[in-house]
């Protein structure tokens, strides 16, 4: 026994001592108080046990990264943005009439890219929508297609994809592929050497281009990106695999939403992909325009007389110079006069857009959100449980939906606008990961939009304040244990 405690002793003092660095290192380096407090208590209170998750997650933020990539942004936007910034950069009329000419100014300067007018942007629910339609696109695509997605999964789904870029790409049509090399870390090296054999351009998003910091697993790519020719584009929340057609349980039904995008917003989207594309591979992609006699054909259809939706794309990340995505929301939530419904399958959020959800009812703004009823991260999911508790005593209605696992992430503004896209109402959309959010500006969109969140709701369970009051005590503490992680989950 004195043996070991010889040689455990000075274990146990060197983890204490590491946990005392590594906080001073947290408080010296994270972005936000709260997180900083998060890691330094942990840290030096329970070394064993933190130490290595924070070599992995704890950083926020590195020498040089955020610095090099805000450069490389800033230069692509002065240099290589696309003209309909310049030809429509002032056509925000409607948004300036529906949230105000303030609102409008600061959404665009947050997100670098104007409202544009001319769109329509229909909800796809679910996944064999979803996919039915990206499949669609991508058999009639002429030219090129740009796929990213933060997880690709070497499954049935999967292989439907695969197939389908590598007969276009066979065909001549260009095919860019981004995947995160963090979310997709199981995709198997033939998954990745099929498509390349068939001439697809492959990449995956490293946080990094040189192999430092190769420990990072903060900085994640979570957009989820389809467009074809420049014409369709598709954002939102599903990821390839086949859970989310629903094919996983206990998580199934998996309900999603993504949205496809006709018209110049298309552009925006497309460059969103530039910029994380140039990152990883320091080149741009080749992009022909439309054809002008195929322009000419979709002005004249049908559908074109219904082109008449404004959109902001809203790309946010870790390297932005404000927290765009902590503000986009703040934002949408104080112009609702109203209503503010969200939907969302993490309720972790920060400080400002927490105050910003307590305002609004006080204005008395109908603030709902709907959130999952079936776990898939668990201490996630117990933090979630205490911020609906708090959200119920501040007077937010919180709705639990129950047949299956719930990930979309939408906002609804009243009857004007409604945002669709990959962010999640918690820190690590807000300050750790790429993300995009489509806001549009339409009675018509946002009337479908409400339709689709009443049925969710219709479905769903409104909670009050006994799911947190009859918990056991057991669970009543892993829940205030999991809220400290609150700035690192």
């Given at each position: 026994m004195?043996?070991d405690l010889l040689?455990?002793?000075?274990l146990?003092?060197?983890a204490?001592?590491?946990?005392?660095i590594?906080a001073c290192?947290a408080?010296?380096h994270t972005r936000?108080?709260?997180?900083?407090i998060?890691?330094?208590?942990s840290l030096?209170?329970?070394p064993y046990l933190?130490?290595?998750?924070?070599?992995?997650?704890?950083?926020?933020?590195?020498?040089?990264?955020?610095?090099?990539r805000?450069?490389?942004n800033?230069?692509l936007r002065t240099?290589?943005?696309?003209?309909?910034?310049?030809?429509?950069?002032?056509?925000?009329?409607?948004?300036?009439?529906?949230?105000?000419?303030r609102?409008v100014?600061?959404?665009t300067?947050l997100g670098g890219?104007p409202?544009l007018s001319?769109?329509?942007?229909?909800?796809l629910?679910?996944?064999?929508a979803?996919?039915?339609?990206?499949?669609?696109a991508?058999?009639n695509a002429?030219r090129?297609?740009?796929v990213?997605?933060?997880i690709?999964r070497?499954?049935?789904?999967g292989?439907?994809?695969k197939?389908?870029?590598?007969?276009?790409?066979?065909?001549?049509?260009?095919?860019?592929?981004?995947?995160d090399s963090?979310?997709s870390?199981?995709?198997p090296h033939?998954y990745?050497?099929?498509l390349?054999a068939a001439?697809?351009e492959?990449?995956?998003?490293?946080?990094?281009?040189?192999?430092?910091?190769?420990?990072?697993?903060?900085?994640?790519n979570?957009?989820?990106?389809?467009?074809?020719?420049?014409?369709?584009?598709?954002?939102?929340g599903h990821?390839v695999?086949?859970?989310?057609?629903g094919?996983?349980p206990p998580?199934?039904?998996?309900?999603?939403t993504?949205?496809?995008?006709?018209?110049?917003?298309?552009a925006?989207?497309?460059?969103v992909?530039?910029?994380?594309?140039y990152?990883a591979?320091?080149?741009?992609p080749?992009?022909?325009?439309?054809?002008a006699?195929?322009a000419?054909?979709?002005?004249?259809s049908?559908?074109?007389?219904a082109?008449?939706?404004h959109?902001?794309?809203?790309p946010?990340g870790p390297a932005d110079r404000q927290?765009?995505?902590?503000?986009?929301?703040v934002?949408?939530?104080?112009?609702?006069?109203?209503?503010i419904w969200?939907?969302?399958?993490?309720?972790?959020?920060d400080?400002?857009?927490?105050?910003?959800?307590?305002?609004?009812?006080?204005?008395?703004?109908d603030?709902?959100?709907?959130?999952?009823s079936r776990r898939?991260?668990?201490?996630v999911f117990?933090?979630s449980?205490?911020?609906?508790?708090?959200?119920l005593r501040a007077?937010i209605?919180?709705?639990?939906y129950q047949p299956?696992?719930?990930h979309?992430?939408?906002v609804?503004?009243?009857?004007?606008?409604?945002?669709i896209?990959?962010?999640?109402l918690?820190?690590?959309?807000?300050?750790l990961n790429?993300?995009?959010?489509?806001l549009?500006v339409?009675?018509?969109?946002?009337l479908?939009?409400?339709?689709?969140?009443?049925?969710?709701f219709?479905?769903?369970?409104?909670?009050?304040?006994?799911?947190?009051?009859?918990?056991s005590?057991?669970?009543?503490?892993?829940m205030?244990v999991?809220r400290?992680?609150?700035?690192?989950?």
């Amino acid at each position: 026994m004195q043996f070991d405690l010889l040689h455990v002793g000075p274990l146990v003092a060197l983890a204490h001592i590491l946990g005392i660095i590594a906080a001073c290192h947290a408080i010296l380096h994270t972005r936000t108080s709260q997180g900083a407090i998060a890691w330094a208590v942990s840290l030096v209170a329970m070394p064993y046990l933190t130490l290595v998750p924070y070599l992995f997650l704890g950083r926020s933020k590195f020498a040089g990264y955020a610095d090099a990539r805000r450069v490389e942004n800033e230069l692509l936007r002065t240099r290589a943005h696309p003209q309909e910034w310049d030809t429509q950069a002032s056509s925000a009329g409607l948004p300036t009439q529906q949230l105000g000419a303030r609102l409008v100014q600061s959404l665009t300067r947050l997100g670098g890219m104007p409202f544009l007018s001319g769109n329509t942007v229909r909800t796809l629910v679910n996944g064999t929508a979803t996919f039915e339609a990206i499949f669609e696109a991508i058999e009639n695509a002429r030219r090129y297609v740009i796929v990213q997605f933060f997880i690709v999964r070497d499954d049935e789904l999967g292989d439907m994809l695969k197939d389908a870029l590598i007969a276009k790409a066979q065909q001549g049509v260009r095919v860019y592929f981004l995947y995160d090399s963090i979310g997709s870390f199981d995709l198997p090296h033939r998954y990745v050497a099929a498509l390349r054999a068939a001439g697809v351009e492959v990449h995956p998003f490293a946080t990094n281009r040189r192999f430092v910091n190769r420990l990072q697993l903060n900085f994640r790519n979570h957009r989820k990106i389809v467009s074809v020719d420049g014409e369709r584009a598709f954002v939102g929340g599903h990821n390839v695999g086949v859970e989310y057609l629903g094919a996983k349980p206990p998580l199934s039904p998996w309900r999603d939403t993504h949205i496809e995008v006709r018209g110049p917003a298309v552009a925006s989207i497309q460059f969103v992909f530039i910029e994380d594309w140039y990152w990883a591979t320091q080149q741009l992609p080749e992009f022909d325009p439309p054809a002008a006699e195929t322009a000419g054909e979709t002005a004249g259809s049908a559908e074109s007389t219904a082109r008449h939706m404004h959109c902001l794309v809203m790309p946010s990340g870790p390297a932005d110079r404000q927290e765009t995505c902590s503000l986009f929301f703040v934002e949408a939530i104080n112009a609702a006069r109203e209503r503010i419904w969200i939907t969302t399958p993490y309720l972790v959020p920060d400080e400002a857009v927490f105050s910003a959800l307590r305002l609004a009812v006080l204005r008395g703004v109908d603030v709902r959100i709907l959130i999952p009823s079936r776990r898939d991260h668990l201490v996630v999911f117990a933090a979630s449980k205490l911020y609906a508790y708090d959200s119920l005593r501040a007077g937010i209605r919180i709705f639990r939906y129950q047949p299956g696992f719930l990930h979309q992430k939408v906002v609804l503004i009243d009857s004007a606008a409604a945002a669709i896209g990959s962010a999640n109402l918690d820190n690590r959309s807000f300050r750790l990961n790429f993300e995009i959010m489509v806001l549009t500006v339409d009675r018509g969109f946002a009337l479908e939009v409400e339709t689709m969140l009443l049925n969710d709701f219709a479905e769903s369970r409104e909670i009050d304040r006994n799911e947190y009051r009859q918990a056991s005590a057991l669970r009543r503490m892993l829940m205030h244990v999991a809220r400290l992680f609150a700035p690192i989950l």
